[in-house]
């Protein structure tokens, strides 16, 4: 018996040690790429394309979900040939990621406009056609992509449109120069460096031990609640930001502070969700709603929302009147802040 513990506990740790070294190196590898313009140059020659359109990726429907099909370099120079254009629309893509077999994957908008390209914006219709696909907004698509494909053509978009919006330099007025893999731009007058941001929002679920704080925005979608957000200003802790908000938006005052998990989301602009969970004190409860934020708040039990949780589609249950309200999908770090409130009740606190 002790033999075969001994053994099985070598074979976990031999693929433990595997995996860590294929992240190190994967990662290394990304980091060269991004460094090393004549590196990155090198990897285009093999590696994989996933194509936009005005920062609308490539999509092609598979039953219930959508696909992001890639491309690689050989094909695309014929589809830019096939169209009157040059291969110099490459110089525009950004690398997102690689594999573990060190294939690295670039996203490249083809109807951008660009200060760094002589190419007319090539038209969406006969790209469609060409590419036997389409070209959809990631608002519309993102929750009907696997989980690889959701973080890959949110970073890709991001960094396009980042990109498409730094193009000249905020001191001198002079264009900006990408490096190779669109880790940065350079100002070629200053050598000033500017590198892609992201804007942290914190993402919090309030509790009073026994419900749960759920609101809406006017922007939401019909019937969707979900849980207070808010962008973080500049001098502030994530702590402070919390209280902030949930003192701002609903009027209440943090008791406790949980940290839970973070994502990326493309949207409107590239921000860095921070979920957190945060309780108030049994006794004050009472809100005091900011209308100019938000459009309702409400407390729900840990059974109203559990059930909610339970429906397949609970925003088609909602709009048929099945359920009074519905929460953000699944791949929504929204969703799953809630779904760990109603599954762990109680969580490490942090100091607030």
Same mark, same amino acid.
């Given at each position: *018996?002790?033999?075969?513990?001994?053994?099985?506990?070598?074979?976990?740790?031999?693929?433990?040690?595997? $995996?860590?070294?294929?992240?190190?190196?994967?990662? %290394?590898?990304?980091?060269?790429?991004? #460094?090393?313009?004549?590196?990155?140059?090198?990897?285009?020659?093999?590696?994989?394309?996933?194509?936009?359109?005005?920062?609308?990726?490539?999509?092609?429907?598979?039953?219930?979900?959508?696909?992001?099909?890639?491309?690689?370099?050989?094909?695309?120079?014929?589809?830019?040939?096939?169209? !009157?254009?040059?291969?110099?629309?490459? /110089?525009?893509?950004?690398?997102? !990621?690689?594999?573990?077999?060190?294939?690295?994957?670039?996203?490249?908008?083809? !109807? $951008?406009?660009?200060?760094?390209?002589?190419?007319?914006?090539?038209?969406?219709?006969? *790209?469609?056609?060409?590419?036997? !696909?389409?070209?959809?907004?990631?608002?519309?698509?993102?929750?009907?992509?696997?989980?690889?494909?959701?973080?890959?053509? @949110?970073?890709?978009?991001?960094?396009?449109?980042?990109?498409?919006?730094?193009?000249?330099?905020? %001191?001198?007025?002079?264009?900006?120069?990408?490096?190779?893999?669109?880790?940065?731009?350079?100002?070629?007058?200053?050598?000033?460096?500017?590198?892609?941001?992201?804007?942290? +929002?914190?993402?919090?679920?309030? @509790?009073?031990?026994?419900?749960?704080?759920?609101?809406?925005?006017?922007?939401?979608?019909?019937? *969707?609640?979900?849980?207070?957000?808010?962008?973080?200003?500049?001098? /502030?802790?994530? #702590?402070?930001?919390?209280?902030?908000?949930?003192?701002?938006? +609903?009027?209440? #005052?943090?008791?406790?502070?949980?940290? @839970?998990?973070?994502?990326?989301?493309?949207?409107?602009?590239?921000?860095? *969700?921070?979920?957190?969970?945060?309780?108030?004190?049994?006794?004050?409860?009472?809100?005091?709603?900011?209308?100019?934020?938000?459009?309702?708040?409400?407390?729900? @039990?840990?059974?109203?929302?559990?059930?909610?949780?339970?429906?397949?589609?609970?925003?088609?249950?909602?709009?048929?009147?099945?359920?009074?309200?519905?929460?953000?999908?699944?791949?929504?770090?929204?969703?799953?802040?809630?779904? #760990?409130?109603?599954?762990?009740?109680?969580?490490?606190?942090?100091?607030?």
């Amino acid at each position: *018996m002790s033999l075969y513990c001994g053994t099985a506990c070598r074979r976990k740790f031999f693929w433990c040690c595997r $995996l860590l070294s294929t992240y190190v190196t994967k990662t %290394r590898y990304l980091c060269e790429l991004k #460094e090393d313009d004549d590196a990155c140059k090198k990897a285009q020659q093999t590696g994989a394309y996933y194509l936009f359109h005005n920062l609308a990726p490539l999509l092609q429907k598979s039953e219930h979900q959508y696909l992001a099909p890639q491309h690689s370099l050989l094909e695309l120079e014929r589809l830019l040939s096939k169209f !009157g254009q040059d291969s110099q629309i490459l /110089e525009d893509s950004v690398l997102i !990621g690689c594999s573990e077999e060190q294939e690295a994957w670039f996203a490249l908008d083809l !109807g $951008l406009n660009r200060s760094s390209s002589k190419n007319a914006s090539l038209q969406k219709a006969e *790209m469609e056609t060409a590419l036997q !696909g389409s070209f959809i907004k990631l608002t519309k698509a993102l929750f009907e992509l696997n989980v690889k494909d959701a973080s890959l053509l @949110s970073t890709a978009q991001a960094l396009l449109r980042w990109h498409n919006a730094h193009q000249f330099c905020s %001191r001198s007025g002079q264009p900006t120069k990408k490096n190779v893999s669109g880790s940065k731009r350079v100002c070629p007058s200053n050598n000033i460096i500017y590198y892609p941001q992201v804007a942290p +929002v914190v993402i919090t679920l309030v @509790s009073d031990g026994t419900r749960c704080l759920l609101v809406r925005q006017s922007s939401f979608p019909k019937g *969707m609640y979900s849980a207070l957000a808010g962008f973080c200003d500049i001098g /502030e802790s994530l #702590e402070e930001t919390v209280r902030r908000e949930i003192a701002e938006e +609903v009027g209440l #005052e943090v008791d406790r502070l949980h940290y @839970s998990a973070s994502q990326h989301w493309p949207f409107p602009n590239s921000t860095l *969700m921070i979920a957190c969970h945060a309780t108030v004190k049994p006794g004050q409860t009472e809100l005091q709603v900011n209308l100019r934020e938000l459009e309702a708040a409400a407390w729900f @039990s840990r059974d109203e929302v559990a059930t909610v949780l339970r429906r397949n589609n609970p925003s088609n249950q909602q709009q048929s009147g099945a359920v009074p309200f519905w929460l953000p999908p699944k791949l929504a770090i929204a969703h799953q802040l809630i779904k #760990e409130w109603v599954e762990k009740p109680t969580c490490s606190p942090l100091p607030a």
